[in-house]
């Protein structure tokens, strides 16, 4: 997957990418990441890249040349995917994120101020994504949300000793409690049945665990999950916890 960022933020990248998973799967060519500063497109002496909006109001808006100057700049095959992150948008969903992952290449637009100007998005976006009902100052912490999301889900980014990120037997129920040394800690001790070295039982123990804090926290994942269940036995045990 090539993802190519437009932004006026590079720099807030370089940590991201230059990090763990990230920067595995970069070295290993699974994930490339190009950023794109759209100020260098401004036609302005003054490399201006935002205006004051048509009708007033506060806040600026980010000018359409230089952004459709840079869409136009790099070389977008016919369908695409150009991506802004907005508010705005579609809520990501991991479902969302499975079916990025499987593309070639992405082009991420970050806003910032008040947004982008309208036709810039009627002309060129393809998917407008929001990653929660919250407000943030721009596009790029988003852009850095999908990109790890995304990245995650490509074949060969995660390896042995991240396995466990990708177990697909608790897909679509809450990871249950983890614990490693010293087995009492400042007088708390881990779950027994963890100490038993019974395979099955612990399986199972994490199973439940994982079902009831669903049921707690998320009871709609909880009631998807069981209508996606055909093992009879895992079945029984959903049952003592949907409401
Ligand atoms: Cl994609 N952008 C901004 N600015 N805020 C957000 C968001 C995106 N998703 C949630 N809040």
């Known amino acids: ?14 940590a991201f990418t230059s990090t763990s998973i990230m920067a595995r799967a970069a070295g290993q060519g699974h994930i490339e990441v190009e950023c794109v500063n759209f100020r260098d497109y401004s036609d302005s002496p003054s490399k201006r890249v935002d205006d004051a909006p048509f009708g007033g109001g ?3 808006v980010m000018k359409p040349q230089p952004l459709f100057d840079c869409l136009r700049d790099q070389s977008l095959a016919a369908g695409e ?21 499987k593309l070639d290449r992405m082009v991420l637009v970050c806003g910032h101020y008040e947004g982008i100007d309208q036709r810039v998005i009627d002309t060129f976006v393809t998917d407008e994504v929001s990653i929660g009902d919250y407000v943030l100052t721009g596009g790029e912490i988003p852009a850095m949300v999908l990109m790890d999301a995304i990245s995650r889900m490509i074949e060969g980014v995660l390896n042995t000793e991240d396995s466990h990120m990708e177990e697909s037997h608790y897909d679509g129920l809450l990871e249950y409690p983890h614990y490693t040394r010293p ?34 926290r998320r009871p709609d994942m909880l009631r ?17 916890y949907l409401k």
């Open 183 to 216: 087995a009492v800690y400042e007088g708390m001790a881990i779950p027994d049945i963890l100490l038993s070295g019974h395979h099955k039982n612990i399986e199972l123990w994490r199973f439940e665990e994982s079902v009831k804090l669903t049921g707690e």
């Open 224 to 240: 998807a999950y069981y209508d996606r269940l055909t093992d009879k036995k895992k079945r029984k045990i959903v049952e003592k």
């Open 1 to 14: 997957m090539k993802f190519t960022v437009l932004t006026l933020f590079p720099e807030m990248f370089s």
């Open 58 to 60: 506060a806040g600026l």
């Open 81 to 101: 995917r150009i991506v802004y992150l907005t508010p705005k948008g579609k809520t990501l969903t991991q479902q969302m994120v499975v079916d990025f992952s």
